[in-house]
Nanobody, 120 residues
Framework: QVQLVESGGGLVQPGGSLRLSCAASGSIFSIYTMGWYRQAPGNQRDLVAT???????NYANSVKGRFIISRDNAKNTVYLQMNSLKPEDTAVYYCKADFAPTRWSRDNAWGQGTQVTVSS
């Protein structure tokens, strides 16, 4: 079983910055893509950014140029640096990992979510 533990959310003023972290632990043979998604009240869960084990990144258009995703493969941890935050970035942010529990299997896991609120 794999657990993803997120941290770093909170309340920030418009234009401010936050850094989210997500650490994976448990029965992991290898982790492939890790990513961040967000869900605002009444909305579906949307992709924010993903990063492969090789470092290739993908961003939602709404966050390009403001958010930076990175990862530390040795620590099984993914980060999301969020800059120039806007009120519309307010949401619960979820971490996701696509991983192999064993050499011959594939699975994915979600974190519990961390609230990010951008407000003056």
């Amino acid at each position: 079983q794999v657990q993803l533990v997120e941290s770093g959310g909170g309340l920030v003023q418009p234009g401010g910055s936050l850094r989210l972290s997500c650490a994976a632990s448990g029965s992991i043979f290898s982790i492939y893509t890790m990513g961040w998604y967000r869900q605002a009240p009444g909305n579906q869960r949307d992709l924010v950014a993903t990063i492969t084990s090789g470092g290739f990144t993908n961003y939602a258009n709404s966050v390009k140029g403001r958010f930076i995703i990175s990862r530390d493969n040795a620590k099984n941890t993914v980060y999301l640096q969020m800059n120039s935050l806007k009120p519309e970035d307010t949401a619960v942010y979820y971490c996701k990992a696509d991983f192999a529990p064993t050499r011959w299997s594939r699975d994915n896991a979600w974190g519990q979510g961390t609230q990010v609120t951008v407000s003056s």
